[in-house]
């Protein structure tokens, strides 16, 4: 089978290695835009069920990107000038121009080839399958928008993505209070020298700030100032655009009516998005890939492929694609939250992807979530000390015979 795939993103790259693997015959070539090693993007993050996957697919790449990742348990918040601290699941970061070239070198080991600077803007005639991981923005999707019924839905919030030297040692929350209204970012290390620091506001805090007439410059000293407290000293690191001015956007929530025509397929951000706030992006996309990957190997007529490649991907990201929505809601209307003691922000934090949650008074959603936690942990240990009261009463009534 002749593949062709326009982006060399961790979604099309990882679907080239799969299907490589399947079948060494298959003739797989990955185009991408950019020059190589000139990806933008400090770091992402996974949790450990996708490491689990990557294994079982994979164990050589699994291994190389487990080997260069950084990992976390904790959670930080700070809150003005309290903080506080929960254990949660393990985390990990990666930096994404690490981990790209990790799985460009194992699919050029595999024998796939690797375009760069090649922008593919029409599905090629030759291909058996076209790829489209070309992105939000997919040249290949928008040449047939008409039939993907795209949509794109802009949310309220500013935001950017930035880079530090400081290396958090847990995923970091920092919500700082301005005249404006407040700003807060979320860190996380995703090596042993640098950490990913995105920054977001409301807009009426962004324009107070002046952040929409600052040059790069000015605002990286002046959120270096507002988040100095968890930033210790060291420096941001920004990214200009061509006019020199940092790239501060909305974030832009994609859904298609469909995701193939004929033998073209969308795969990862150019089939859907999720909120950067559940951390899920990348994730997302890799899981795209192993998806399709077994569709393909699964049924012999490519229409039937990619048909049960978009069934079980749209019925799997259901779930995840409500936490997204609720989760920028939940910083939408952060100044409802944001006056409990910390402790208690921070677990309605860890609840923001309930649908229940914004209809439910803040102080009592909290109250019936430590409740309920409550019960559950009566209820383990009911399970667990039943069976084992019962043999002491059995002892105690054998020895009394």
Not at 150 to 164: E, K
Request: hydrophobic share 40%.
């Amino acid at each position: 089978m002749k593949v062709v795939c326009a982006g060399g993103g961790p979604a099309g790259l990882y679907l080239a290695i799969l299907l490589k693997l399947q079948d060494p015959s298959h003739d797989i070539t990955v185009h991408e835009r950019n020059p190589e090693g000139s990806t933008y993007g400090w770091g992402v993050t996974y949790w450990g069920g996708l490491l689990d996957r990557l294994q079982a697919r994979d164990p050589e790449s699994a291994a190389a990107i487990e080997e260069h990742s950084v990992c976390w348990s904790d959670g930080v918040a700070h809150v003005r000038e309290l903080t506080t601290r929960h254990q949660g699941d393990e985390g990990f970061g990666i930096g994404r121009h690490r981990l790209l070239d990790l799985l460009a070198t194992r699919a050029r080991a595999l024998g796939v080839r690797l375009e760069y600077e090649s922008e593919l803007t029409e599905p090629p005639t030759d291909a058996d399958l076209v790829v489209a991981a070309d992105g939000v923005h997919s040249l290949l999707r928008g040449r047939h928008a008409a039939h993907f019924g795209t949509d794109l839905a802009a949310g309220r919030n500013r935001y950017i993505w930035l880079g530090t030297t400081k290396v958090f040692d847990a995923f970091t929350f920092a919500f700082v209070e301005t005249p404006h209204g407040w700003i807060w970012a979320y860190g996380y290390g995703y090596s042993a020298e640098h950490s990913t620091c995105v920054v977001e506001c409301a807009p009426e805090t962004f324009t107070g700030l002046g952040l929409d007439r600052a040059d790069e410059g000015e605002q990286l000293a002046l959120l270096e100032k507002l988040f100095a407290g968890v930033l210790d000293g060291h420096r941001l690191i920004g990214r200009p655009s061509a006019g020199g001015t940092a790239p501060w956007t909305t974030f832009r929530t994609l859904t298609n009516r469909t995701w193939h025509r004929g033998n073209l397929v969308l795969l990862g951000d150019a089939a859907h998005t999720t909120h950067y706030s559940i951390g899920a992006g990348t994730t997302l996309a890799v899981e795209d890939a192993m998806c399709l990957a077994d569709a393909l190997r699964d049924h012999t007529a490519l229409p039937d492929a990619l048909a049960a490649y978009e069934r079980r991907r749209r019925s799997d990201l259901l779930s995840v694609q409500s936490a997204a929505r609720y989760s920028a809601q939940w910083y939408e209307n952060l100044p409802r939250y944001i006056h409990l003691p910390p402790h208690r922000m921070f677990a309605l934090l860890g609840q923001r992807h309930s649908p229940l949650l914004p209809y439910v008074p803040p102080q009592l959603y909290y109250g019936l979530d430590k409740a309920v936690g409550r019960l559950e942990v009566l209820r383990r240990l009911k399970r667990w000390a039943g069976p084992k009261a019962a043999r002491a009463l059995h002892a105690r009534s054998t020895s009394a015979k």
